[in-house]
Structures are given as structure tokens and as C-alpha cells.
Nanobody, 127 residues
Framework: QVQLVESGGGLVQAGGSLRLSCAAS????????MVWFRQAPDKEREFVAV?????????YYANSVKGRFTISRDNAKNMVYLQMNSLKPEDTAVYYC???????????????????WGKGTLVTVSS
């Protein structure tokens, strides 16, 4: 069992930065690939970024965030991060952390394939 709790959301102006954190419980945290999704109002939940299990040596990003967002993990602290730079109003959404038992970090994910979810943290980017 893995429990996930996101934090770090808030209101930021366009062009600004935020770092989201996801705290995980459970001794098997390192064995899961960790994924960030987001869901804007009246839109479907969409993939943002994934980092591979264990060393986190592999990552993959949605085209909409590539070059602006960075996913990372600290297994010693059971933490996953999403550094978001050059934020745009269209980045406004609830951001969710998820855990996937498929360990690869080189392919995007679908929401239906995740094993565990956090409850999300709201990011609002003003223009």
C-alpha cells in the first residue's frame, strides 16, 4: 500500500515558478514509477511527467511541458517533485501524483493504469 499526499500548489503569475511535492508512505516506494497528472476545469485528466522506479534515471514529459517542467525523486525521503518554470495560464489545473508498478520512465501514462493516487493540489496561473 502506498499513500500519496501532494503539496506546493498555489497562485502564481504567468512566467513564475512553483515546485510541487508528493510525499509517499510505504517501504516499497522506490519500486514504483511516479507520475504527475493534471486536470483543468471541464477537461479530462492528462499526463504531465513520469520518472522511472529505483534510480529515476529515465523521465518522459508531455510535449506541453517539455523544457519547462522537471520531475525528480528522492527515495531516501520518499518524495517526488515537479519543478514548474515559465508557467502559463493554461497550466492552471489540479495536479495529481500517482504511483505505477510498471517501472519504466520512458513512456507516457494513462490515468487508468495507475495503482495509487493522491488527492491533488491546485495550481492557478494568472495572466
Amino acid at each position: 500500500q502506498v499513500q500519496l499526499v501532494e503539496s506546493g500548489g498555489g497562485l502564481v503569475q504567468a512566467g513564475g515558478s512553483l515546485r510541487l511535492s508528493c510525499a509517499a508512505s510505504g517501504r516499497t516506494f522506490s519500486s514504483y514509477a511516479m507520475v504527475w497528472f493534471r486536470q483543468a476545469p471541464d477537461k479530462e485528466r492528462e499526463f504531465v511527467a513520469v520518472i522511472s522506479a529505483n534510480t529515476g534515471s529515465s523521465t518522459y514529459y508531455a510535449n506541453s511541458v517539455k523544457g519547462r517542467f522537471t520531475i525528480s525523486r528522492d527515495n531516501a525521503k520518499n518524495m517526488v517533485y515537479l519543478q514548474m518554470n515559465s508557467l502559463k495560464p493554461e497550466d492552471t489545473a489540479v495536479y495529481y501524483c500517482a504511483a505505477d508498478s510498471w517501472p519504466t520512465g520512458s513512456v507516457p501514462r494513462r490515468p487508468g493504469g495507475m495503482e495509487y493516487w493522491g488527492k491533488g493540489t491546485l495550481v492557478t496561473v494568472s495572466s
